[in-house]
């Protein structure tokens, strides 16, 4: 019985039939690839995550004629799709702003 080593594995054969000619039967025998440490991967994804927000958004009913629009604190969003019901986001980044915020919380709570 005569056999050849072909490209895709063996071939040939007194039979005439071809064993692990196809590329699956070699990929089969070569074994599954290691899986990865599953600790190893919570760490990997732990790094890859976007660092936490900065801000708090806050969405308020209110009357836009009545609110000073502050850049970087207050925006109108009348027309623009975000998460929430009111018409003016309030950015918190710090106890600072929670403060200038209390104004705006009593007057959309009187305006409820």
Partial sequence: MERRVGRL???GGSAGHHSLSRPTDRIARLGRP????RRETRRQLRL???PQQTKLLIYLKANLKKVELIPGFTR???KVGHHGTGNLEVQLR???DLERAQGLFRLSYAAA
């Fill in 94 to 96: 710090t106890e600072w």
């Fill in 34 to 37: 290691p899986r990865p440490d």
């Fill in 76 to 78: 109108n969003v009348t």
């Fill in 9 to 11: 594995g063996l071939t």
């Fill in 48 to 50: 890859r995550r976007p």
